[in-house]
């Protein structure tokens, strides 16, 4: 640098050739000899004294001229260095060293190390804030710790500058733990000549992106992908038109583009290759504007919307196409061909809206390595071609519409790692095509159509690392042999129809850590696993037998063990777990087993968060003594008497969430008010005396039925905001309802979905005000000794969502009015058949409905949406019945018998067209049989006895099925099936034509035996449906039927309908 002050010029006027520029830096170091030098001084000029080496030399600019200085310098020096070498006079030299700069590049340097020093002092390290760099393939570390100012910036990690200018053109921050904001005066905008910039993977929250990004006029690369940036993207980005690639994917903040930004920035950046913005809020339309030189388009997430143009899948040079997690956004693959010569690698349409077929012309993306369909709406079949994609590496289409058989070229992709088509509707045998898969390392299959056999092909697969087949039909016993699987992790089997032993092989797995077996036929004995690395190990809903191996204590990184509903016997000491530290769930439910403890300090271990014991003949609770985190409990139907422990009831208020203790014997229960998390209580089937406990504010889910309570119901209930199921059915409560309860804004829950009293001795009218409830599904207040008219408002709209009324046993007088049952819109609409089933109380709810139909106490276990009934019997009602009941399209069940009833029976009831039940016995009706009833084809049981019906009993369909005790009391009635005939009064004795319809009687019939079916037999109609869920995970389908001889009865009944359809 020149001499900026006396000072300088002084030492300076000592140094030999005193004219020579002072960008030789050694010069200012000490007084040794200039041996050369080349004065830039001025730049342009030709510089007429010569160096030492006799060059002359002519810059261009004042930076070009320094850099020939210190060029010329360091060749003179290393001549001299060689000559005096040469004259054996090496050791007499000595030659300072000089960096890579000069007078004007130690200005330049100068400024630029300080702009970054200033942003480093900006910033802190923290580990945290580049904690997902690794996952994504990069090694985070703090590279700024480097900058030293006593070192050239050029030379500072992450910093690259022009080898010419000096200038800093390259900054790389990515994944350097910083933390701190960037805003608008940030010296990072100091450094106008950069080309390259990567803040990715930090933390710059709250910062938002500044329109300084976009005064960088060079700029070709800018990263800016999860480094907390949020708010809206400044327009100003779109003025960077050299830009090459781009990426703003977002983190957890959210960062958007305004209304116009996004197509601005396609317009402007038009030489722009990559685009990545994976999570960053686009919220439009997808634009049709995309330069043609796009490589890659990555638009994860966006919250596009629209139609997508098929111009975007004709771009040439494109290789990577992401428009994955897209819900609105909607289109179909182009059928026309795509490029045979096409240059795309990656094509993700998964979670999106896209639909249709998948056209031939897929086959034309020889370059294709990945694709992901999942999660979308395609349809149809898989086309043959897609066995020209023999570079696939990952083919993902999951979760769609497909179905048909799976194409046999599907061989030819050999090369695949991913294999994943689980939920569609793929059907026939699965074909034994993997033999030749050697890279393949994961495959799914799970949830179709399939038939047949075990795949076999897939045992000798070495590289497999998972392998999912649940939910295919699969029948047969599993391989015997497996030459493959050295690297298997998870082997998933469940809800398939295997059948046989578990072979040996899959005990011996070396590598086995998630193994899942539930629900099939499975028999015989578990065996000792070789290894212990297992995690998580569920055979549960199966025939196995014997004892549960004593090797299982050595399992020590078991986290799920579930062996419910199986034929297990003999005693387990539970402590057999305590050595299994990371045990958080365990499944023993619904076997022969008898749990024990045979020692107080060998209980499960502190980590247990879910236990389901329940049938386990239990009958203390000191194993439980270190499950302080215990969340959810089932112990009901064991042999546990008096009250809970007081420690346990101490232990469990802050984890415990779910608790069922029904069926056992106990009789006192602790206060429950300290109890913060529990939603779930059932109570149920004890010997509970005294007063109902006040549940928690927060309960959804609470049963107390079959028990000894008495008194008035709990006034606490009226502070119940989340309540949705509410038992206190069968015990011996006394009192009104509540009248705390009406107003459902402050108190009652709107969630309530089912409300049984039944089975009390209550002493009130008809709560009508019940009726607001909006979500109300079940109302039972059968067996108690209520009275009065049930009337309706004239101005609201009541009991709009009811399915299930019981109001049978009671005291309850006057008429049935016309405008109480019009309100009833929820049993107005029918079902279509393919509607998916839902069942009333979602939530964890497997509880019992006592109901009379058919004649019968039947008790539905966790209630199917579709099951509607009516039961006001055994009251005093009187007057005609309502025609507006004929309006309940839904209703499958109707009682009204044992009341006072007058009048003919509806005309409208041929309009019940799912009714399986009509008992409308002991009344005083009159008039005719409506002939329309015949058109009842899923009428099973139909009482009409005891009344003052007259004339001829409808023939055909169901009423062939009756017999005499349907139809006794009524002196006036005639014609089959009594012996009674109607020749003299001159009515016809033909039956109505129902031939066409007598098939699908056939099969529309559901008989109302009890009824145990496996998962997944899809839509089941019949009015004696319940569904239990039990929490180890088992649906069944369930209905116990209280009176053994009214199924004999029934019995009875289907075996002469038989006879009767055999004669015709």
């Known amino acids: 640098m020149s001499p900026k002050n006396e000072a300088e010029r002084e030492y300076m006027s000592g140094v030999p050739y005193v004219n020579a520029v002072s960008s030789l830096m050694y010069a200012m170091e000490d007084s040794q000899y200039l041996v050369g030098y080349c004065d830039s001084d001025y730049a342009g000029d030709l510089d007429k004294r010569r160096s030492t080496t006799g060059y002359s030399t002519v810059a261009l600019s004042t930076a070009e001229a320094e850099y020939m200085a210190i060029t010329e310098a360091v060749k003179e020096a290393i001549w001299l260095q060689g000559l005096l070498r040469e004259l054996d006079l090496g050791h007499q030299a000595s030659f300072s060293q000089s960096k890579f700069s000069s007078s004007s590049f130690g200005n330049k340097n100068q400024d630029q190390s300080l702009a970054l020093q200033q942003l480093k002092l900006k910033l802190t390290i923290d580990e945290s804030s580049s904690s997902d760099c690794e996952s994504n393939g990069h090694l985070p570390y703090p590279k700024t710790i480097s900058w030293n100012k006593s070192t050239d910036c050029c030379t500072w990690d992450g910093v690259t500058c022009d080898r010419i200018t000096g200038q800093i053109t390259g900054l790389d921050l990515s994944c350097s733990q910083l933390h701190g904001t960037i805003d608008s005066n940030s010296t990072l905008f100091q450094l106008s000549h950069l080309l390259k910039l990567n803040l990715a993977y930090n933390d710059f929250s709250p910062s938002q992106i500044s329109s300084k990004f976009g005064w960088f006029p060079s700029l070709a690369h800018l990263n800016l992908s999860h480094s907390g940036f949020s708010g809206k993207i400044p327009s100003e980005v779109s003025y960077l038109s050299k830009l090459i690639s781009l990426d703003l994917s977002a983190g957890l903040e959210e960062l958007r583009f305004g209304p116009h930004t996004f197509k601005l920035l396609l317009q402007n950046l038009t030489q722009l290759k990559e685009l990545h913005l994976t999570s960053t809020y686009i919220s439009s339309a997808l634009p049709s504007n995309f330069s043609s030189s796009l490589e890659v388009l990555n638009l994860l997430s966006t919250e596009l919307s629209g139609k997508v143009p098929d111009h975007i899948f004709h771009l040439r040079r494109l290789q990577i196409l992401n428009l994955g997690s897209n819900l609105y956004l909607k289109g179909h ?203 998580v190990l569920d055979v549960g809903d199966n025939k196995l037998h014997g004892p549960i191996p004593r090797s299982f204590s050595k399992l020590v990184n078991l986290t799920t063990l579930d062996l419910s509903t199986n034929n297990l016997s003999g005693g387990l000491d539970i402590g057999m777990f305590s050595n299994c530290k990371q045990l958080r769930r365990l499944g023993l439910s619904f076997n022969n087993l008898s749990v024990f403890s045979s020692h107080k300090h060998m209980a499960l271990p502190s980590s247990i968060g879910r236990l389901y014991a329940s049938s386990c003949n239990i009958r203390e609770l000191n194993f439980l003594q270190a499950a302080t985190r215990i969340g959810q409990l089932d112990l009901s139907n064991n042999k546990i008497y008096g009250k809970i422990p007081d420690w346990a009831w101490s232990d469990w208020q802050s984890s415990l969430f779910y608790l069922n203790l029904s069926s056992n014997f106990l009789t006192a229960i602790d206060p429950l008010h300290d109890f913060e998390n529990l939603v779930y209580l059932d109570l149920g089937s004890n010997l509970i005396q005294g007063e109902v406990p006040a549940p928690p504010p927060y309960m959804f889910i609470f049963i107390v039925s079959n028990n000894n309570f008495s008194g008035k119901l709990p006034s606490p209930l009226c502070k119940m905001s989340s309540l949705m199921i509410l038992d206190l059915s069968n015990n011996s409560l006394t009192g009104v309802i509540p009248k705390c309860l009406v107003n459902m804004s402050r108190n009652l829950s709107v969630a309530l979905e089912v409300l049984d009293l039944g089975e009390n001795s209550l002493n ?69 058949r393919g509607t998916p089933l839902t069942y009333i109380g979602e939530y964890l709810y497997h509880d019992s409905l006592t109901v009379a139909i058919k004649g019968q106490q039947l008790q539905l276990v966790r209630i199917l949406s579709i099951f509607t009934t009516i039961d006001f019997s055994h009251n005093k009602f009187e007057g005609d019945i309502p025609k507006s009941i004929g309006n309940l399209g839904s209703l499958r069940g109707l009682n009204l018998s044992h009341n006072s009833l007058m009048g003919p029976i509806p005309q409208s009831f041929e309009n019940l067209s799912v009714l399986e039940s009509l008992d409308l016995s002991s009344n005083q009706l009159s008039g005719k049989i409506p002939q329309e009833l015949a058109t009842l084809k899923f009428l099973a049981v ?123």
Not at 409 to 427: H, R, W, Y
Not at 437 to 455: E, I, Q, R, Y
Not at 785 to 807: A, C, E, M, W, Y
Request: charge should be positive.
């Open 764 to 832: 009130d009218t008809f709560p009508k005000w019940l009726g607001t409830l909006p979500r109300l599904q079940i109302l039972s207040l059968r067996s108690n000794r209520l009275h009065g008219p049930v009337t309706t408002s004239i101005n609201q709209v009541l009991f709009s969502k009811l399915k299930i009324l019981d109001l049978s046993y009671n005291d309850f007088t006057g008429n049935l009015t016309e405008r109480f049952f019009r309100n009833l819109k929820a049993m107005t609409i029918v079902d279509p």
């Open 333 to 535: 693959l182009p059928k026309m061909q795509w490029n045979s010569s096409s240059s795309l690698k990656e094509l993700d349409l998964s979670s999106s809206g896209f639909f249709g077929n998948v056209p031939d012309a897929i086959g034309h993306l020889s370059s294709l390595s990945f694709l992901d369909f999942s999660s979308c709406y395609f349809s149809g079949t898989i086309p043959q071609s897609i066995g020209n994609l023999t570079k696939l590496n990952n083919l993902r289409l999951f979760s769609n519409n497909f179905n048909g058989s799976l194409p046999s070229t599907i061989s030819n992709l050999v090369q695949l790692v991913e294999f994943d088509i689980s939920s569609n509707n793929f059907s026939g045998d699965i074909p034994n095509i993997f033999s030749n898969f050697t890279k393949l390392k994961s495959l799914s299959l799970a949830d179709n159509l399939f038939t047949g056999l075990f795949p076999s092909s897939v045992t000798n697969l070495t590289k497999l690392e998972s392998l999912i087949l649940s939910n295919c039909s699969i029948a047969g016993p599993i391989p015997s042999i497996a030459t493959g699987f050295p690297n298997l992790i998870l082997l998933f089997l469940s809800d398939n129809l295997l059948t046989g032993e578990i072979p040996s092989w899959i005990f011996d797995l070396p590598s086995l850590k998630f193994l899942q077996m539930r629900a099939n036929h499975l028999t015989g004995q578990l065996k000792e696993f070789g290894y212990n690395l297992l995690e």
């Open 942 to 1064: 139909m009482n009409l006895s005891k009344n003052h019906l007259v004339g001829h009993i409808p023939r055909g369909q169901q009423f062939d099925t009756f017999e005499n005790d349907s139809y006794l009391g009524n002196a006036g009635l005639c014609g089959f099936p009594l012996s009674r005939s109607c020749a003299d009064s001159g009515m016809p004795q033909q039956p109505p034509s129902f031939e066409a319809d007598e098939e699908e009687d056939d099969r529309g019939f559901m008989d109302w035996r009890a009824v145990v079916i496996g998962y997944g037999c899809g839509m089941v109609f019949g009015l004696f449906m319940g569904y239990v869920i039990f929490l180890t995970g088992r649906p069944k389908w369930f209905v116990r039927i209280v009176n053994e001889e009214g199924y004999r009865m029934v019995k009875k009944i289907e075996a002469k309908r038989r006879r009767l359809k055999r004669r015709r």
